[in-house]
Every structure is written in structure tokens, then in C-alpha cells.
Nanobody, 120 residues
């Protein structure tokens, strides 16, 4: 019964900052990897940032240097700090969690998404 709930989205000016949160129903250490994806209307869902159980992070080239993914294990929460936001960052942002380790069985879980709009 995995639940992921995103929050923190909203309207922000270009160049501004926003902090997204993904609260899990249980310990985030139960997941092999967690990540943030975004999806604009008519576009495919794309990886923004990920963090694995060991705390190793990775980022899409488009956000590297601007976004930071982090976690608070005690709060069962993963964060995405977004700085120097651009209009092209506008999208619905989704939290994803994955169990298992390939080539073993892997399950994916998704939150409902939170809207981020970057506009003047």
C-alpha cells in the first residue's frame, strides 16, 4: 500500500525558486531508488533527478546545477529544490519510487503530481 504525495508546486517568476516535497507512506529506505519526473502537456514524462538507497544522485542535463534532490529519512520525504527556474521548467512534477534491484523484480509507484508553472 505505497502512497506518494507531492506538494510544493505553484506559480513562480522566472529566475525564482521552489521546493517540492514527496512524502512516502513508509520508510524511503524501502525503495531502491526515488526520483522526480516532469511532464508538460503533449510531451513525454522525463526524468529530472534521482537518488538511490545509498544517497547517490543523478540529474538531467537540463537541470544540473540548478536543481538539487535530497532526502530526510526520518520524515520519509524526498525533496527537489529548484533554483533559477525557467519557463521551460513548467510541467507537472511527479515523484516515483522503485523497489527491487535489476535484474530482479522491480515495481514502480507514482504520486499524483504537482503543477509547477514558471511565468511572468
Amino acid at each position: 500500500q505505497v502512497q506518494l504525495v507531492e506538494s510544493g508546486g505553484g506559480l513562480v517568476q522566472p529566475g525564482g525558486s521552489l521546493r517540492l516535497s514527496c512524502a512516502a507512506s513508509g520508510s524511503i529506505l524501502s525503495f531502491n531508488v526515488m526520483g522526480w519526473y516532469h511532464q508538460a502537456p503533449g510531451k513525454q514524462r522525463e526524468l529530472v533527478a534521482g537518488i538511490n538507497r545509498g544517497g547517490v544522485t543523478n540529474y538531467a542535463d537540463s537541470v544540473k546545477g540548478r536543481f538539487t534532490i535530497s532526502r530526510d529519512i526520518a520524515k520519509n520525504t524526498v525533496y527537489l529544490e529548484m533554483h533559477s527556474l525557467k519557463p521551460e521548467d513548467t510541467a507537472v512534477y511527479y515523484c516515483k519510487a522503485m523497489t527491487g534491484i535489476p535484474p530482479g523484480r522491480v515495481n514502480e509507484y507514482w504520486g499524483q503530481g504537482t503543477q509547477v508553472t514558471v511565468s511572468s
